[in-house]
């Protein structure tokens, strides 16, 4: 079931909403919180229901090691002992093996039979909804336990409201535990608050036309050069613009709705999303695009590896260019590679991690040149970049990238498919100009404007929703 459905904007979300905030009314908080994960469950079951025993069992499996962790009187590094290190290891091996069995084992096993010679058969395997999200979410929640860092103990009826909550199950934001559970026992919120009402219905409103009128009216556009294999120069050029603004209405109005649904329940849920395209700079680009991601791979990935080359060179100095590189920037490359992996599994994604891991690399560089750019080079240089490096995420391979990438080089083609610059325009105006959703939920007012505004945006999405697509993050 996708946001963007008349059966979960007519059906589930109302009922759901009923059901809960009649719990809380009459002061059944555990009642409340049942009615959250049963729904949760439901709309998890409704994508695919044979998935639903192997994420609860990988649930409680994640939730009885966290458990053993929290048990310990002292948390002190030098207190853990070598059965919770391999206790460690042992949750995070079982949760990246499932991970790896459904995302990756496939072109894994084609990679195998074409340089290798094996001859592995594998039929396609249909992923499990949101792998990719709860997976990091558990895996972070098992390193904060084992550190310490989760102080209180965390019941299975919170952690598993945790892990399904709806809102994040499809494509994320990645949440800490001390961003989201807590809220679970938050006496001030365990009631009905019509603010939060508004302010959830307001978000979602712009969600969901940021996604259906604006991001599915791009996604004709995109296919040209992917799809439909025009690679004539107006075409390519249409096409990648098209679909780096598709990507970011489509993920930006994802994150809308996702907050102002959990607006509804009273709970807030972290930024993942803060305007990006303003970006002028590749690293700031990375600061606002998939918050939560970055947050994920700086700390368990980049500031390990940072580190470690740090201790390594304490006691004798390299020169300035040998620390550069074994300190920052083979760090951020394999940052970057690894994120790029985690959105899918095929050549384009390393590539496209490997693009971003440069460009982040040579930023440093400038910056630590100390020179400045005027702000409108920097960012048609950054926006540039992106659209670049979006040509690898949505190939389907290498070979169709490289005929995109040539085909930009050129401008030949049909005069009459210009026609279509006009869209491109307008999307990159409202995701340039206006003030962004957290600056409008910020300063929301329940007045007759803000419900004319929100009601407008609702009725002109129901009146495209018929075209309904995919969110495009989910499948990463």
Not at 172 to 199: W, Y
Not at 249 to 272: H, Q
Not at 363 to 382: I, N, Q
Request: net charge positive; glycine share 6%.
């Amino acid at each position: 079931m996708l946001f963007n459905d008349y059966y979960f904007i007519f059906w589930f979300l109302p009922l759901t909403l009923l059901l809960y905030h009649t719990a809380l009314a009459t002061r059944r908080t555990t009642a409340a919180k049942w009615v959250l994960l049963g729904s949760s469950l439901l709309f998890y079951s409704l994508w695919k229901l044979a998935f639903l025993p192997q994420f609860l069992l990988s649930i409680l499996c994640n939730h009885l090691i966290g458990t053993r962790f929290q048990s310990r009187t002292d948390v002190s590094a030098s207190r853990r002992t070598n059965r919770e290190k391999a206790l460690l290891w042992l949750g995070m091996g079982a949760n990246l093996a499932l991970l790896f069995y459904y995302k990756y084992l496939t072109f894994f096993a084609s990679q195998s039979n074409l340089l290798l010679g094996t001859d592995f058969v594998l039929a396609k395997i249909v992923m499990p909804l949101g792998i990719s999200f709860f997976t990091f979410m558990q895996m972070s929640y098992l390193f904060e336990c084992y550190q310490g860092r989760v102080k209180s103990r965390t019941t299975l009826l919170d952690y598993a409201q945790f892990i399904t909550f709806f809102p994040h199950l499809i494509a994320g934001p990645i949440i800490l535990h001390k961003e989201l559970i807590p809220q679970f026992n938050d006496h001030t919120r365990m009631r009905t608050i019509p603010l939060n009402m508004a302010v959830g219905l307001f978000l979602f409103a712009l969600g969901l036309f940021k996604k259906v009128v604006i991001a599915d009216s791009l996604a004709e556009n995109a296919t040209l050069p992917f799809d439909r294999a025009a690679y004539d120069g107006v075409r390519v050029w249409i096409g990648v613009l098209s679909y780096t603004l598709q990507l970011y209405f489509d993920f930006s109005g994802y994150m809308d709705m996702a907050m102002g649904i959990a607006r509804m329940f009273n709970f807030d849920l972290p930024v993942n999303f803060e305007s990006p395209l303003r970006a002028t700079n590749i690293s700031a680009f990375w600061r606002r695009w998939h918050i939560t991601m970055t947050r994920f791979f700086m700390n368990y990935v980049f500031m390990p590896l940072a580190m470690r080359a740090a201790r390594r060179h304490a006691d004798i100095p390299p020169g300035r260019q040998r620390r550069f590189i074994e300190a920052t920037a083979m760090p951020i490359l394999a940052t970057f590679i690894l994120a790029g992996i985690w959105h899918g599994a095929g050549w384009n994604f390393i590539v496209f991690g490997l693009w971003h891991g440069c460009g982040l690399v040579i930023h440093r560089l400038w910056e630590m040149s100390g020179r400045k750019m005027p702000t409108v080079p920097a960012w048609m240089l950054t926006f540039l970049f992106v659209t670049v490096g979006f040509i690898f995420f949505r190939s389907p391979d290498l070979e169709v990238a490289g005929k995109v990438l040539s085909g930009m080089l050129t401008l030949n083609g049909d005069p009459a498919e210009w026609r279509r610059l006009p869209l491109i325009g307008v999307a990159i105006a409202i995701a340039l100009l206006p003030r962004n959703s957290q600056t409008l939920a910020s300063a929301f007012q329940p007045t007759w404007r803000t419900f004319g505004w929100t009601m407008s945006a609702i009725m002109a999405s129901l009146a495209l929703i018929n075209r309904q697509t995919a969110f495009l993050y989910w499948q990463f």
